[in-house]
């Protein structure tokens, strides 16, 4: 069988695995950004619809703008919270639509629907430390050019916006160098920390009154208004009788006081978003049924069936695969400096990239990700099959071949055993790996161990990170221990006390 064959037999796998993701298409799933406020308006949509009548599903903290752009028009989400100086500066980045008709007006020619604001705008600003300002005399925007040793610290998301930093160092003319991306959560306790001088923020963000920050005047008027919306699916209506009118109850009813004392409950007090959103609904509609939140025991055990689908499936695509491509490059040289320097350069790309680039191959969530991890785990597979064959010790090699065994016998009847010691290790380091990589799945909605640490960082809570972090840990550390047991088994005695390749 030639690599072509094997990498076509990888990617029906993985089909296969896009397929079964697709099922349940009469659930209406929703999406969110990853940020508190973002998670909770998925929420309240998500309790208005089920109180509708309506089947939801809440892929939460699925990545930025464009992951969640992307998601709604391939239809793996249904709908998401947006606003909408984020639709007219990003998503309709360069159609100069000014008004909320004219970009209705666009969004429907492309099947999707914007809904009425839900009553509150929240607009970007930047915030610095209150006694910092006051000591150099910064209260606008403008303020900032007298100050070029200012570090900045922005959201990665800010840092490559059309609204972001590119168009404010422009509009400003402002001459700061020392500029870098973070974490949104991670920027506000690095300007408590006074490692960075300036952020930005959301303005109804509750780390400015917790950290007694200062909102820099956009005098200049640079940032156009962000009012929140709902975008969903032009075909929701159909699909699900009541839906569109669930989410139309939502429309004007949240200002800005209260968006901000939502966040607030979950940054600042520790309520789960579950629990915000239900009280908002509770409060603004009378819908007194809240979901019920997780608990401990039962989050570790569904994300740790969740991680063992994506190490499981990806590492028996990649054993499947990367076997006989191993042994194809041991048997072919000139073929095998090609697959050897294929398999190498895709563990180059980095991991996160990886995940983003299958994302419009197979939509978010698992497929995406087992898609990342197969193709991560292929090189040390790949490399010790190749290695363990070519370094078989010559006088066994020639014994073989004296036997007057055809090359498929001697492949299955010797060398492969005599090379089990070393694609054994390569397998066990792939798994490794794999255990560790998919943690980063969570970040387009594969769930697993990477949820509780992002939800963590997000939240600077110490026991959700280590929800994630130890049974991940633990996970790898039971894999390589699996993959040590099964050589004892495997492997004559003899053969795993050979000396290892090369």
């Known amino acids: ?3 072509a064959r094997l990498l076509a037999l990888g990617v029906a796998v993985l089909l296969s695995v896009a397929a079964a993701a697709n099922a ?23 309790g208005a619809l089920r109180d509708a009548g309506v089947a939801t599903h809440h892929r939460r903290a699925l990545g930025g703008t464009r992951i969640l752009w992307q998601a709604l028009l391939s239809g793996d989400i249904d709908l998401y919270p947006e606003y909408t100086g984020t639709i007219a500066r990003e998503i309709l980045a360069g159609k100069n ?5 004219a970009m209705r ?15 509150f705008n929240d607009t970007y600003a930047i915030g610095m430390r209150r006694a910092e300002a006051a000591r150099l005399g910064i209260h606008r925007l403008s303020d900032l050019a007298r100050h070029p040793a200012l570090r900045f610290g922005f959201s990665n998301e800010f840092m490559d916006r059309s609204d972001g930093w590119p168009a404010l160092r422009t509009a400003y003319a402002l001459p700061q160098r020392n500029v870098r991306g973070l974490d949104h959560d991670l920027a ?28 820099l005047t956009d005098d200049r008027r640079h940032f156009p208004a962000y009012d929140a919306v709902i975008l969903y699916r032009a075909d929701l209506a159909r699909r699900v009788p009541g839906a569109v009118a669930a989410l139309k109850r939502l429309e004007g009813k949240i200002d800005a ?16 978003e579950t629990r915000v959103a239900g009280a908002f609904l509770s409060d603004a509609f009378g819908i007194t ?23 499981a499936i990806s590492l028996a695509a990649a054993i499947a695969v990367a076997i006989p491509l191993g042994v194809l490059a041991a048997r072919r040289p000139r073929t095998g400096h090609a697959i050897l320097a294929a398999v190498g350069a895709v563990q180059t790309v980095p991991s996160l990239a990886l995940l983003v680039f299958m994302i419009p191959l197979f939509g978010i969530g698992g497929t995406p990700a087992v898609a990342a991890l197969f193709l991560y785990s292929l090189l040390p597979i790949v490399r010790n099959t190749h290695a363990a064959l070519v370094h078989i010790p010559p006088p066994l090699a020639e014994s073989a071949l004296a036997l007057g065994l055809p090359a498929w016998a001697r492949l299955r009847l010797i060398e492969l055993p005599l090379a089990a010691p070393g694609i054994l290790a390569g397998i ?49 550390l039971l894999v390589q221990g699996a993959f040590e047991a099964a050589e004892r088994w495997l492997v004559p005695s003899a053969l795993r006390h050979m000396p290892p390749p090369g």
């Open 289 to 311: 049924a809240a979901p019920d939140s997780e608990s401990r025991p039962y989050r570790i055990l569904r994300t740790t069936g969740e991680h063992l689908t994506l190490v």
């Open 257 to 272: 006081g209260r968006m901000a004392a939502m966040n607030a409950a979950t940054k600042i007090r520790r309520v789960p």
């Open 97 to 101: 639509l000014g008004s909320d008709p």
């Open 1 to 3: 069988m030639n690599s």
């Open 24 to 46: 349940g298409a009469d659930t209406v799933t929703i999406g969110s950004k990853a940020f508190t406020e973002s998670v909770i308006l998925g929420e309240i949509a998500a």
């Open 105 to 119: 007006a666009d969004l429907a020619r492309q099947g999707i629907v914007m809904t009425a604001t839900l009553g």
């Open 428 to 476: 066990k380091t792939s798994a490794v790996i794999n255990v560790g990589t998919a943690t980063l799945g969570a970040l387009i909605g594969a769930g697993g161990y990477g949820q509780p640490i992002l939800t963590g960082i997000r939240l600077d809570d110490i026991g959700l990170i280590l929800e994630g972090a130890v049974p991940a840990a633990a996970l790898a």
């Open 188 to 215: 506000y306790r690095a300007l408590a920390a006074g490692e960075i001088d300036a952020t930005d923020l959301y303005s109804t963000d509750a780390e400015i009154a917790y950290y007694g920050l200062s909102v």
